[in-house]
């Protein structure tokens, strides 16, 4: 069964540095998504994505984070210099308007664990 | 937007029904109701949806209030693989489709 990927699996970086979370969506999907958890809370969306565009976004996902699409089967976020409130799980989904649940069924990935020092 | 209330946590014993309620009583016509669910160190996955009607698949049943103001997924046999937080999300497709999470009901299985 085609699922999404996430690499790494956790990163660790300090304050104030870029780092790049990579995603490889399932392969027919034209949607892509964003969502992080900071441990013991919600899922929060931070941005969608289509058509090599940015079609939604979050007050979370301000002027440090970037999203990119840079070949036909990665999606990645960027964040130019975390912060220590950065540190959370960031998952990556994607979605098809042809499946049953329209975009709103989303499929996401395993996520990858953020711990910024 | 409207909103949901589902409990904060429920048990069931193994290979036992399991009815998860959600209140969603400002649904809009539109609205439909989505469910998710975590199982532990994972990311949410789909579960089901549905607008009016009950609704059937491999993973659970969606039973929809007449009034659309409630609805209950019903997991007809519980397994220890089904202990997760499980969520109810509204979403009528007008133009957005980021998936609000809320708290969720986080359900214990009891083997």
């Known amino acids: 069964e085609p699922e999404v990927t996430q690499t790494p699996s956790h990163q660790v970086t300090q304050m104030g540095q870029e780092v790049i979370l990579r995603c490889v969506p399932i392969?027919?999907?034209?949607?892509f998504y964003w969502y992080r958890q900071i441990l013991g809370q919600k899922v929060e969306f931070l941005v969608s994505?289509?058509?090599?565009?940015?079609?939604?976004k979050s007050e979370i996902f301000d002027d440090q984070f970037s999203v990119e699409r840079p070949d036909g089967s990665n999606f990645t976020l960027k964040i130019r210099s975390t912060k220590l409130e950065d540190s959370a799980m960031y998952f990556c989904?994607?979605?098809?308007?042809?499946?049953?649940?329209?975009?709103?069924?989303?499929?996401f990935g395993p996520g990858t664990r953020l711990t910024v020092t | 937007d409207a909103k949901t209330t589902q409990p904060n946590s429920m048990e069931s014993n193994e290979e036992e029904p399991v009815h998860l309620p959600c209140n969603h009583s400002?649904?809009?016509?539109?609205?439909?109701i989505h469910w998710y669910r975590q199982l532990p160190s994972q990311g949410p996955e789909y579960v089901i949806h549905g607008l009016t009607s009950n609704v059937n698949n491999r993973m659970a049943s969606l039973a929809i209030a007449e009034d659309r103001k409630s609805s209950t997924l019903i997991l007809h046999r519980a397994t220890l693989r089904d202990a997760a937080v499980y969520y109810c999300i509204l979403g009528s497709g007008a133009g957005s489709y980021q998936l609000t999470f809320g708290k969720g009901t986080k359900l214990s299985v009891i083997p």
């Open positions: 994505f289509y058509n090599n565009e940015i079609s939604e």
């Open positions: 392969s027919n999907h034209l949607y």
């Open positions: 989904a994607s979605s098809d308007p042809l499946l049953a649940g329209g975009l709103y069924e989303q499929y």
């Open positions: 400002t649904i809009s016509g539109t609205d439909y």
